[in-house]
């Protein structure tokens, strides 16, 4: 059975770092578009970045550029959103999600396959 399970989520302090974790089990993430999405208490979902099946192409929602790295793990299963410099604007509830096999990660979400259960990132001092 299929399953994604975010986690290293949790309260930092504006400024600070955290990196968060996609594992997979049931499929083999390196053969799929993966992205990372958010949403925020009271806020529509927004897409945050997304990498190719091949780890060659990235990107990134305006507001996480130059902060935030997507980047998939020497273990196959896993990708990794490495977040910097954290803001009380980036506090959400943080979702990985999979596209379909052969298909692109669109940061609108459009057409995501699979998605996790979430990890809330809390930026607060």
């Known amino acids: 059975q299929l399953q994604l399970v975010e986690s290293g989520g949790g309260l930092v302090q504006p400024g600070g770092s955290l990196r968060l974790s996609c594992a997979a089990s049931?499929?083999?993430?390196?053969?799929?578009?993966i992205g990372w999405f958010r949403q925020a208490p009271g806020k529509e979902r927004e897409g945050v970045s997304c990498?190719?099946?091949?780890?060659?192409?990235?990107n990134y929602v305006d507001s996480v550029k130059g902060r935030f790295t997507i980047s998939r793990g020497n273990a196959k299963n896993t990708v990794y959103l490495q977040m910097n410099s954290l803001k009380p604007e980036d506090t959400a509830v943080y979702y990985c999600?999979?596209?379909?096999?052969?298909?692109?990660?669109?940061?609108?979400?459009?057409?995501?396959?699979?998605w996790g259960k979430g990890t809330l990132v809390t930026v607060s001092s």
């Open positions: 990498i190719s099946s091949s780890g060659g192409t990235t």
């Open positions: 999600a999979v596209a379909p096999q052969f298909r692109p990660c669109l940061l609108s979400g459009g057409g995501m396959n699979y």
């Open positions: 049931g499929l083999t993430l390196e053969n799929y578009a």
